[in-house]
């Protein structure tokens, strides 16, 4: 069944039209006794298999035509025009009705395998999520273990740093425990997705501003690369709002007090298609690890794991991009920074404007570290 | 004390308080990934490894199987999160004398290496043992 994913459509469509030659040729060459028809069956299913709906219509009727054609100049007989008429209403519903089932069919198909990709997405998650809970809870095992035994001139010193461990194994517990409920919310179906009309601009606006206290504390600036006018874009929104918080919260999570945080959307020329990018100058990823990132975490099987910390949060968005057709970009350099990227379908900005508008100078919203207020 | 664990985990908070746990009875060095690991291991020959099993780059299979290529007596322990059988055998099978299941505790950990440490004792029947 993969083939119908590694088929293009005008060469599928161009296959069925070289079939349905073939038979229309050997309905003309054989005695018109001999019952041709069933065979036109042939190009209306390939067509609809590989081409969807309509072109399996397009064919249906486009058999009924070659073969009334044949029919009306062949037929030595020339029976009435209501003979014609009502053999060609007949086989042109035989052949609909062929289209349709088998659009049916194909549907069902991709159904089946947009559920499968949902489950094992749901397992993989199930696994990232358990992997992180032991770490995180064997940590706070051992450190409260270490605040009880602490004694001696060095004991304070040491207590504090664990605290700061038990802030930090507490911060990722949480963050484990919200991919957790995204993850519920796939299995409850609402992250099937459903691609509306978004306001890219607010929605990012609106992740930032529930990241608001973190940015602040980060030390970290963040600048937003937005064109002037409104973009909007046909994605899933809650996917969108995963999407951007991972990112955001990764790039803060993993660049230095004094970095920066770049959030863009730009227009690659001649595509109808916003690219959102969120661009850090943090620690990096080394370029072997790349892979590893985008590839998740124990979908290779071989005990190759992504980058520290790149855990759930960025496999979660890489598939929730992939599950509507887009990708998750990487691009990093270690030490210096990395940028993540995707692109999303536009939905009504014009082109031509989109693409004069940002690329040359970008019309840049603050600079300095973002508050909740100035959003 | 003089008994030298080294200990491998990509989490640094992890391996910073296992370190610490281990450290009062033990000489503790720390890698932070499987490379990191193996390097060390080419220098210098540990008493004990806690290794990984789930890392970036090199898995902890990789690393068992290399440090056991370069030292075959060096006894491992697993440290894994994933409560896996079939992993659990190949890292037997791959010649690591323990397997241990995150979250364990201070106490659990530092017996298992004091017990190991101290040289072949009398063989265990149990494949694998699970922590507490």
């Known amino acids: ?375 | 004390m003089g008994k030298t664990v080294l200990i491998v985990d990509d989490d640094p908070d992890l391996r910073h308080v296992l370190a610490a746990v281990l450290g009062t009875v033990f000489r503790v060095i720390q890698a932070s990934g499987g490379e990191e690991a193996v390097a060390f291991l080419r220098r210098s020959r540990p008493d004990m490894v806690l290794l990984d099993v789930t890392m970036p780059g090199m898995s902890g299979l990789e690393v068992l199987a290399e440090a056991k290529s370069l030292h075959p007596e060096l006894a491992v322990i697993m440290l894994t999160s994933r409560q896996d059988a079939d992993l659990a055998l190949k890292a037997l099978n791959l010649g690591a004398v323990e397997y241990v299941t995150k979250p364990f505790d201070a106490a659990y950990i530092r017996d298992e290496v004091a017990r190991l440490c101290s040289g072949p004792g009398p063989k265990d029947d149990r494949p694998w043992r699970i922590a507490p």
């Not at chain 1, 299995?187 to 997705?193: K, T, Y």
């Not at chain 1, 609106?206 to 002037?228: H, K, N, W």
């Not at chain 1, 790349?290 to 496999?315: D, T």
Request: some cysteine; hydrophobic content about 45%; aromatic content about 8%.
């Open chain 1, 1 to 375: 069944m993969k083939l119908a994913k590694n088929v293009s459509r005008p060469a599928a469509f161009a296959a069925a039209l070289l079939v349905l030659s073939l038979v229309w040729t050997l309905d003309v060459i054989t005695p018109h006794q001999l019952n041709i028809v069933p065979l036109y069956l042939l190009p209306v299913g390939l067509a609809t298999w590989f081409c969807r709906g309509r072109w399996g219509y397009v064919m249906a009727v486009l058999c009924t035509a070659l073969w009334l054609w044949h029919d009306v100049a062949g037929n030595v007989l020339s029976p009435h025009w209501s003979v014609h008429t009502w053999n060609a209403v007949s086989h042109l519903s035989v052949f609909v009705l062929m289209a349709a089932m088998v659009e049916m069919i194909e549907r069902m198909r991709r159904l089946g395998e947009q559920e499968r990709e949902m489950s094992r997405l749901k397992s993989d998650l199930i696994s990232l999520v358990s992997h992180e809970f032991a770490n995180s809870l064997t940590t706070l095992k051992l450190t409260l273990t270490i605040l009880r035994e602490a004694t001696g001139p060095d004991a304070e010193a040491e207590r504090q740093k664990c605290y700061a461990i038990l802030d930090r194994a507490y911060a990722h517990l949480n963050d484990s425990v919200t991919n957790f409920l995204n993850l519920n919310r796939i299995e409850a179906g609402r992250f099937v997705p459903h691609p509306k009309t978004v306001h890219l601009r607010t929605l990012i606006h609106s992740v930032i501003s529930r990241m608001g206290p973190a940015i602040e504390e980060s030390g970290v600036a963040l600048r937003l690369d937005f064109p002037e006018h409104s973009v909007m874009v046909q994605t899933d929104p809650d996917a969108l709002t995963v999407i951007m918080s991972n990112l955001i919260g990764n790039a803060f999570k993993y660049t230095p007090p004094g970095g920066q945080v770049t959030v863009s959307i730009k227009f690659p020329d001649g595509v109808p298609f916003a690219r959102v990018a969120v661009e850090d100058t943090g620690i990096g990823i080394a370029t072997g690890d790349h892979a590893k990132v985008a590839s998740g975490f124990y979908r290779a099987e071989n005990g190759k794991s992504v980058a520290m910390g790149f855990g759930v949060g960025l496999k979660v968005s890489r598939d929730l991009l992939e599950s509507q057709g887009s990708s998750l970009e990487i691009e990093s350099t270690p030490g210096k920074g990395s940028k993540f990227s995707f692109r999303l379908p536009l939905q009504s900005a014009p082109l031509s404007a989109a693409a004069q508008a940002p690329s040359t100078a970008p019309p840049r919203l603050p600079e300095a570290p973002l508050h909740a207020d100035n959003l």
